[in-house]
């Protein structure tokens, strides 16, 4: 054995392979981890059928199952090579491969070296070869309790395989079974030969009867003869007037055919003219729509001017009532700026007065000053601190006066911006009432526009739609036509097929034309479904075209007319005959009851219960073999019909094409029919609703709403257009409206800064004015001359500055009365350009709503205009309808005209069919009475003349003496006419049959003689094997044991060692047990293991496989057992699964199973050569 390969086998799911290149192999692993898989392996790639021997519940378990991470096999493979170096074998191949393979569906295979064969091919090469499932070459520990108590003859088993007389045994049970079936031919054949020495001396007797019996049969031949010459003449004088009839008829039915070509002619005339008017009334129709078309868009175009000029005169009212704003506006700013002029010139001359003054008030002060300046010198202290208040003064005044101005610029800037952002506040209502009236037109123009789109949405969906459904109803129509079509062919097949009797004998067609017509066939009885019909007909074949009836009598008549007219013969079902019991049946698992798939009225189910009694259908037709397992008990067909097996018979084969037709013709014929009306009924209601569905479809496409949509959607651009200016004004109001918000704020901020500053600089003023008076005071009470010119200088001084701050206010006001007059001039040109901008959109606005008015009034002509048309086109449409259905109505009197000429031909034609029938009929009674003559006397009515006993005799008297001779012959009883021919032939059987006896008597002999000689045979090799063994068990017994003990094998009946027990004596020393079971479980095994390799020193196995059988032994044991293993390696492998660590150490390789993932086996391989076992141990001793 060179390697094994397993795949899915139990617990190895993935591919493993172990080699035995080794003389011993060791297998070690835990309890679980799969080792004693492998030893299954080996058995079930050689054959092993026993589940238990697997220990499996069932043979499909030995695939592996899955475990929560890997799913399940889908099959289990087992592969074992083998080297045939020794040739063992008897094959030529060096290097052999046996496989095994078993699927979850059930299928297994085996192949040799890769090809598919059978069991019986691997268990013939291994024959005599000490290999097999269960041969002594694979033993396991249970395997050993086996041999010692001897179950299920286990020891002789072992014995037989290592004489080699198994192969004796087999030939013997093989003759055996040849000596039963040669006695069973035996007794049959004297069952024949009593049958046939019966039957000798009846046919001896029926000779003399015919002879009398032909006498007879002359005078009636003759008198039969000229009865039918006379018969034949009649007829043919009857089948002339029939034949005139016919031409009469004939000729009538082409005066209606001539009819019915006019009028067909006239109709496909007239239908090419309604053809004609039909496409006009079409694209009249078409014409109409698109009038209609036209007048939608007409009228949804003066919607659209109706809505715009409205918005028109909405704008021009507002563009009105802002011109009118602008106005009032207009004239009030040019009253501010008349104001603001008048004002600016008062103020110039003011202006100019006080800077007049201011220069003469600073002359004054510069002469003043210059007076001063002399008398200074004595007071320049005082005059210093004075000029420095009096400046400190100036600045803070100067400042307060800027502050001042400021403050009123702000102010006016101020009222400037609240005026400019009330008059936006009131531009901006009416710019939000214009876009509040455009987002509801918008809105009411996009509820409008959804609504259309939906709308078209929904037309566009209900178009596919329907066209969806017109394309399946038109494509299930098709179908329902081509299956009609294949209906009414087989239905005139069929029809055909049963009124012509086809595929019945000649018998059964007479009978079905001149017998009775309520009397069915059984065929015509049963009905079966389509798959049943193969496996139904194939049993009941042989039935098919038996008349049921339901009395002896009704039977009796039907064979006399055949016989009569000598037309074959029938066979009869006598329903009285059968009974109504029902009987028992058994479950067949994946088979069927015949009874229960067929239909049958209820008066004919005890005909169909007796003969389908215990016939059963196996539903699953994968294999042959499926049918020939089971029991001759039962009849079981295959569902194809490709097999039948029934007790000692089995017929199958190639399935024809029209097997399973013959089967409930009439039936069948009743359901096509049915279905066929059925059909015609479903084709109806398909064309009405395609009609309607068509219609509909036109309906839809004209309810297009595309221009509509597109008219709306012009208008929702032009409103989204002006919203969007509208927006764009709105949101520059509000930047603008931010921006004086924002100014008004930052400007009140800064004149509250101002204030606050004004506040603090008045304080500061008051406080240095003070102090400038004490420094006067000062000068004064000094100098009173210098005191003068000082006071003097400072009313100078005083009256400078005061009109130097007056002229500072003058300047001041000046610049804000030509700011405001600038700002009002900016203001009244903006109103101005406004004032022309809203005049002439007011123009423009007013011109455009005079051409929309004046767009209208044409439009509404137009519209009118359409109006009238789409009038008159519908009053021509009417009359074109109505000309289409005149039209109609005259096809339809056209088509009553061609169905009378239809009818009429037809009647014409079933006459013509029945006189021709009556033709036939003569006819056929001429010809019927031609095969009669011919059939029943073998002579021909051609040429015929009557005989002198009967040429004087008128019909009646012919007919009497016929009818004398016929009662006298039908009541004498049956004869054999071939009485003395079939006399010769049962005398030539009878001789051959005691031929055949005497050579089945003598095969006999050689069968016995066989038997003793393999009985002599097998004998001496098992009593000379017995014997060697016998010696080899002693010697090695005492091996194991001690050279002391006893031990021995026993035939228990030496005059029968084929088939008696062996009885194992073993006595160790010191013991007496008085049977081998009272041994202790290592003596047990050793006593096992020493008749196991006494068996191999008679006939080695090539390899031995030991499962755990050191178990029970214990180390000194262990060592004899392990010495012995080793001895007879020499000659054979082992392989060897244990748990005991002297023996893992003998081996030469050692494996290792175990689980990596739980549920799936692995194995790794050690080589223990590699390593000094011995040395390693004796290191560890010391």
Known sequence: MKSLEIRGFKSFADETVIHFNESITGIVGPNGSGKSNIVDAIRWVLGEQKGRELRLAQMSDVIFNGTKRRKAAPLSHVTLNFENHKNILQTEYQNIAISRLLYRSGESEYRLNGVTCRLKDITSLFLDTGIGSDSYAIIALGMVEDILSNKENARRKMFEQAAGVSKYKARKRETLNKLKATNEDLARIEDLLFEINNNLLELEKQAKRAKKFFEMKVKYKSTALLLYHISVISLKQKIEEVSKQIEIEIVKIGDEEVGLTKTEAELENFKLNQLHQEKSLGEFQKKVNEVLDKIRVIESEIQIKEQKRIMLDTQLFQLDKQLQTSGSKQISLQTELEVISKELETSDLELQQIQTTLIERENDFNEKQTDFDALKSGVDQYSQKRQQHEREIFDIEKELAIFQNQIENFDAENKRSSNELKDKSQEYILVQTHVDEVDSNLEKIQKELTFLTESEEQRQQQLKEIQSSIDSQTQNLSIKNRTRDAKKNEFELLKSMVEKMEGFPESIQFL??????????????????????????????????????????????????????????????????????????????????????IEADSNYLPLFNHLLRDVYILESDRHIEDVVKYSDEQTVISL?????????????????????????????????????????????????????????????????????????????????????????????????????????????????????????????????????????????????????????????????????????????????????????ANQLTELVSQIQNDSQKIEEFSKENEEIKLNLIELKEKLEEKYQFRKGMESDLSTLETQYFDARNIISSYETRIRTHQKAILELQSTINTLKDQKSEFKYKIQSS?????????????????????????????????????????????????????????????????????????????????????????????????????????????????????????????????????????????????????????????????????????????????????????????????????????????????????TMAEVDILYGVYMEEQGISNVTAVDFRKYEHELVLEEMAG
């Open 512 to 597: 079905n034309q001149n017998w009775r017509k309520d009397v069915p066939v059984l065929s015509d009885l049963i009905y079966t479904e389509e798959k049943y019909r193969n496996s139904i007909e194939l049993f009941l074949e042989s039935y098919l075209n038996y008349y049921v009836v339901h009395t002896e009598e009704e039977a009796v008549h039907a064979i006399r007319m055949l016989y009569s007219n000598g037309k074959g013969k029938a066979n009869f079902f006598i329903l009285d005959k059968f009974s109504k019991e029902k009987f028992t049946s058994i479950d067949l698992g994946s088979c069927i009851k015949a009874i229960d798939v």
């Open 640 to 824: 194809s019909g490709s097999i039948l097996k029934r007790r000692n018979i089995i017929t199958g084969g190639s399935v024809g094409l029209f097997e399973g037709k013959k089967l409930g013709r009439k039936k069948n014929l009743e359901k096509l029919e049915k279905e066929i009306k059925d059909l015609d009924i479903q084709i109806m209601d398909l064309e009405r609703i395609l009609a309607n569905q068509k219609n509909e479809l036109k309906k839809i496409e004209l309810l297009n709403k595309n221009v509509e949509i597109s008219t709306v959607r012009k208008k929702e651009t032009e409103l989204i257009t002006q919203k969007a200016q509208l927006n764009t004004r709105q949101q520059h109001f509000a930047e603008l409206k931010n921006k004086l918000e924002n100014l008004i704020e930052k400007n009140e901020n800064r004149i509250k800064e101002l204030s606050a500053l004004q506040v603090s600089k008045s304080t500061g003023l008051v406080e240095l004015k003070s102090k400038l008076e004490e420094v006067i005071h000062a000068i004064t009470a000094t100098d009173d001359v210098f005191g003068q010119a000082s006071a003097a200088l400072a009313v100078a001084s005083n009256q400078y500055n005061l009109i130097k701050l007056d002229a500072l206010k003058v300047q001041n006001r000046n610049e804000n009365l030509k700011r405001d007059n600038s700002f009002k």
């Open 930 to 1142: 031609y095969e009669k003559a011919e059939f029943e006397f073998q002579t021909s009515l051609d040429g015929f003349e009557p005989d002198e006993e009967t040429v004087d005799m008128n019909e009646e008297q012919l007919r009497e003496r016929a009818n004398y001779y016929k009662v006298r012959l039908d009541n004498y009883g049956e004869i054999n006419p071939l009485a003395l021919e079939a006399y010769e032939e049962m005398k030539q059987r009878h001789d051959k049959i005691l031929e055949q006896r005497t050579d089945i008597l003598s095969a006999q002999d050689s069968l016995l003689l066989t038997i003793k000689e393999i009985e002599e045979t097998a004998t001496a090799g098992f009593m000379l094997a017995f014997n060697q063994v016998r010696s080899h068990f002693q010697d090695v017994f005492r091996s194991l044991f001690t050279v002391d003990d006893d031990c021995d094998l026993v035939l228990l009946n030496e005059n029968d060692p084929l088939e008696c027990d062996i009885d194992i004596i073993a006595k160790p020393k010191g013991k007496r047990p008085k049977s081998i079971h009272q041994l202790s479980g290592g003596e047990k095994t050793l006593t096992a293991i020493a008749l196991l390799f006494s068996l191999y020193l008679l006939k080695p196995a090539p390899f031995c496989i030991f499962d755990e059988v050191d178990a029970p032994l214990d180390d000194i044991n262990i060592e004899k057992f392990n010495t012995i293993i080793r001895k007879f390696s020499k000659e054979s492998q082992f392989i060897i699964i244990t748990h005991n660590k002297l």
